[in-house]
């Protein structure tokens, strides 16, 4: 007998106080359960405040009547999702908890506990098509790809599928539409999101993103893109690809198609520095398609860090990249990690080459050597406090080298308190996408 399928997918909500995006990853399963006529809902935490929050998504489930439960999973939300589904499980009867996302797919065994009963780690969503349409059975289970479930009391792993290019349906908006309001990045306003790529072509030693799409990097159609973009009903655009800007063929095809089409709207990708240093002749054309803002990590201001980090750039291609951005009036919104072996100087230093390339807007992450990446074979034997929750780039996993943790701490949030209240001020006065401008007005 097929079993009934009526999901609630859910996105944990994490501390951020930088951005609040929408949940496109859970979009785009709704989306499909949308053209099979299967009755799905996303229950996005981040519209919810903190209190009360269990008894809320208990709530919601039983008045759903909802009888699978879906969790987009993070690397800082795995203890949350391990936590909750114990929970349910003993609160709730005849539900069934599945796990999925980022993390998921990167270490699926994690997610492996009696609370759980699928966790998902394909490419694509074709699997997830045939078990909807096949209705749950052992037997359907057993013939897919890329799922991990149990049978007999056993943990069964099944091999991914191979690496997709497109996805198999269009996004379903609601919730982005429904939550606007709460939507936003930080001083920039909200942002419907778009993904033209999968992977990334690139291994930096701290950033999984290449091991995804089992480290296939792949495209969609760019066309495509374009024809989704121009449906979304939203000014703002954030193509949140590892990096959009690879090949300068493919980025020109696209910014001539929406200017042919005439489509209005402001545009913010991913691009590493060394494009943007050896393609300069490519951004006024990206300027007038509707790019404004560009997303660069720089990650480090040394050709020592650079090359510990397997970034493949140098600090003279971080120089002009800024510059070649500046010139064509984009913002450079600068990515740097922090790196625990950083010294007094190096944060001095650091400073100086913000205000030297006149960097108005920027992002310090500390390093963080998250597991599947090259990074955490490097340092696991390293690690401290690693709990999920703190896994957020906002906290110490490796004990700084040249400073007591609480000094690192004192100097990471003295970077913030040196920049951004500039940053602040020229948004305010609207002049913060004036690359040319150097004041705080």
């Known amino acids: 007998m097929e079993k009934k399928v009526k999901l609630l997918l859910v996105r944990p909500k994490f501390t951020s106080i930088i ?93 492996c506990t009696d609370a759980v009963d699928m966790v998902y780690y394909d490419n694509g969503l074709q699997t997830m098509k045939n078990l909807i349409l096949g209705g749950f059975t052992e037997e359907v289970m057993d013939a897919q790809n890329g799922i991990c479930f149990k049978k007999d009391g056993n943990w069964v792993y099944k091999e991914k599928g191979p690496a997709v290019c497109d996805f198999i349906c269009k996004p379903d908006r609601t919730a982005f539409y429904q939550g606007l309001k709460r939507n936003f990045i930080f001083l920039k306003g909200s942002f419907a999101l778009s993904k033209a790529s999968f992977s990334c072509p690139f291994n930096c030693s701290f950033c999984y993103c290449t091991k995804m799409n089992s480290s296939t990097y792949t495209e969609r159609d760019i066309i495509k893109v374009v024809d989704e973009i121009e449906e ?43 494009f943007l240093a050896e393609n300069p002749d490519i951004l006024p054309l990206a300027y007038e398609a509707g790019f404004r803002d560009m997303m660069v990590g720089l990650e480090a201001i040394s050709d020592e860090q650079l090359k510990e980090y397997n970034k493949q750039t140098s600090k003279n291609e971080n120089i002009q990249a800024i510059k070649n951005l500046h010139d064509n009036n984009l913002v450079c919104n600068a990515l740097f990690v922090v790196s625990h072996t950083s010294t007094k100087q190096d944060f001095k230093n650091l400073i100086k080459f913000i ?9 310090f992450g500390i390093f963080t050597p998250y597991k599947g990446t090259d990074a955490y074979d490097e340092y696991k034997d390293r690690l401290i406090n690693f709990k999920s929750k703190r896994l957020d780039g906002l906290h110490i996993t490796i004990k700084p080298e040249h400073m007591s943790s609480f000094m690192f701490m004192f100097r990471v949030y003295w970077l ?10 020229r948004a305010l006065f609207k002049t913060a996408y004036d690359t040319k401008r150097t004041g705080w007005f």
Request: include cysteine; hydrophobic fraction near 40%; charged fraction near 30%.
């Open 416 to 425: 913030h308190v040196l920049t951004y209240p500039k940053v602040m001020c």
């Open 355 to 363: 205000k030297d390339n006149n960097l108005l807007w920027v992002v």
């Open 19 to 111: 951005a609040n995006l929408e949940p496109l990853g859970l979009e785009y399963i709704a989306g499909l359960c949308k053209d099979l006529n299967v009755e799905c809902e996303i229950f996005d935490e981040f519209q919810y405040p903190w209190a009360n929050r269990f008894n809320r998504l208990v709530k919601k489930i039983k008045k759903g009547g909802y009888d699978y439960i879906g969790f987009n999973s993070n690397a800082n939300t795995v203890d949350y999702i391990l936590e909750t589904s114990a929970k349910l499980k003993k609160r709730l009867n005849d539900i069934h908890i599945w796990v999925g996302g980022p993390e998921a797919e990167m270490n699926y065994k994690d997610f």
């Open 232 to 274: 979304i009903d939203h000014p703002r655009i954030w193509f949140v690809d590892d990096t959009f800007f690879v090949d300068k063929e493919r980025v020109r095809l696209f910014c001539e198609e929406v200017i042919r089409r005439g489509i209005k709207k402001h545009f913010m990708a991913y691009s590493r520095a060394d």
